[in-house]
């Protein structure tokens, strides 16, 4: 069964915790293609796994847990792109995906490597899309999606906007996509990821100033200021993919 195949009623689910693949992995399937998403639920499935218990439960960014972030991350997600007719197609993929992201960041912490973050969320990424029997082209654009920040360092000046590009060409290359794709990708989970760190996130005013939230027509967009350079960067990007 793929990711995307459809499941007309919920399996039944025990009370509290999940624990049983067999029981769990059906479920994550169903929940990953409904027409709308508690994130909480999501991941408290997720959690059949012991190294997620471990995972979601460990420290994240900014004083937050895993969970906490991932679940504010899924809220945006919902909230703004889960109907966009853009992102329908990988609806059930990003969902899985952005419930995964941070995973490696506890690990890397710990060890005070956060040069190896994305490879050991990657490590446990493969883990369950292994379980999940996720086709080998999801798997493509999550490696490809998690190797890089290229919004997140070009916003902050850490890279130039050649390098963005750069780094998203790799990415598209890595996922067999299109830079564009793969630019428009990256920008829906910088919104979503970084947009976490807001009060319309439900937390304290981090990264407003790059955001503009319209909870009443679902509508996420930067903000005019990030929206100039994003200008740019789309533009870099087009004019790399087309030579």
Do not use: C, W
């Not at 624990?19 to 999501?42: K, Y």
């Not at 007719?85 to 490597?113: M, N, T, Y």
């Not at 446990?124 to 919004?151: C, N, Q, T, W, Y």
């Not at 407003?208 to 996420?220: G, I, V």
Request: charged share 30%; aromatic share 8%.
């Amino acid at each position: 069964m793929t990711l995307f195949e459809r499941i007309d009623q919920p399996p039944t689910q025990s009370a509290g915790r999940i624990h049983e693949r067999e029981d769990a992995v059906p479920r994550i399937r169903f929940l990953l293609d409904a027409p709308s998403l508690n994130p909480s639920e999501l991941i408290k499935v997720l959690k059949y796994r012991p190294d997620l218990i471990e995972a979601y439960d460990g420290e994240g960014a900014a004083g937050l847990s895993v969970e906490v972030h991932t679940q504010r991350v899924l809220r945006q997600f919902e909230t703004y792109f889960s109907r966009a007719d853009s992102f329908q197609d990988q609806r059930g993929f990003l969902r899985l995906f952005l419930a995964l992201h941070d995973l490696g960041k506890p690990r890397s912490i710990v060890e005070s490597r956060p040069e190896n973050e994305h490879a050991y969320t990657e490590q446990i990424m493969d883990g369950v899309f292994a379980e999940l029997d996720i086709d080998e082209k999801d798997r493509r654009l999550a490696r490809g999606l998690i190797s890089h920040d290229p919004i997140g360092e070009y916003l902050q000046g850490k890279v130039t906007v050649e390098d963005a590009v750069g780094m998203i060409i790799e990415m598209s290359k890595r996922a067999e996509v299109s830079p564009e794709f793969m630019e428009k990708l990256s920008e829906a989970y910088f919104q979503v990821d970084a947009g976490s760190y807001t009060k319309d996130a439900g937390g304290e005013e981090r990264l407003d100033f790059l955001f503009r939230f319209d909870t009443e027509r679902h509508s996420a967009a930067f903000s005019q200021t990030t929206e100039q350079k994003m200008l740019l960067l789309r533009k870099a990007v087009s004019l790399a993919a087309a030579s």
